[in-house]
């Protein structure tokens, strides 16, 4: 039975599209496979979305949102003033990062694992700029306290997010001991 009322119906569309999109990528997927998906007929999608590119860009900027969440929750939302406080924020958000992909991996598969330029909008563009603009702010201020190597920013965290989405493609969960290795590899390509 299709949910009872508009909300539980949206909720359970955008859940439908992450799974769907997260298997098939956004532009391989067919409107009829995610209202089946979420049991709900297709002319159901239309009346929350004008088109399957809105909707991926509701389900983007829940994901992401929920990517943002975890990079800076705890000790990584802290201010950084010592070698000592930037270490502690970037273990913080590598740990946030693998936290994520073990307990979202349907959002991680969707947002890192496929091309979404051809259908973000311009909420979503400055989304994605907020949540990488956090890296790079605490990038430049390892940079400030002669921490972190001289280079673009941005260019580092994408390096990171790199490492990091390779990484994921491993089965999970990761024992500890795999978790620290690499932490500290990555920590040694940004300070090395």
């Given amino acids: 039975m299709p949910p009872a009322n508009p909300e539980a119906t949206r909720a359970a569309l955008l859940s439908a599209a992450l799974v769907v999109f997260a298997e098939r990528t956004v532009t391989g997927t067919a409107v009829p496979v995610i209202a089946q998906q979420a049991k709900v007929a297709t002319g159901t999608l239309y009346r929350h979305w004008p088109s399957k590119e809105a909707l991926a860009n509701a389900v983007y900027k829940e994901a992401k949102q929920l990517f943002g969440d975890y990079l800076g929750r705890g000790r990584a939302a802290r201010p950084v003033t010592s070698p000592a406080e930037l270490r502690a924020a970037f273990e913080a958000v590598w740990d946030n990062l693998l936290d994520f992909a073990e307990e979202q991996p349907a ?6 694992h496929q091309q979404h330029a051809t259908y973000l909008d311009t909420a979503n563009q400055r989304l994605v700029a907020e949540v990488e603009g956090f890296a790079a702010s605490l990038l430049r201020t390892g940079q400030r306290l002669g921490v972190v190597r001289a280079a673009d920013p941005l260019m580092l965290t994408n390096m990171v997010f790199g490492a ?3 990484l994921t493609k491993q089965t999970w969960p ?3 001991a795999l978790r620290t290795e690499a932490r500290e590899a990555v920590w040694g390509l940004l300070t090395a």
């Avoid at 959002?107 to 890192?112: D, I, M, T």
């Fill in 107 to 112: 959002s991680l598969a969707f947002l890192e």
């Fill in 174 to 176: 990761r024992p500890a």
């Fill in 164 to 166: 990091y989405v390779g």
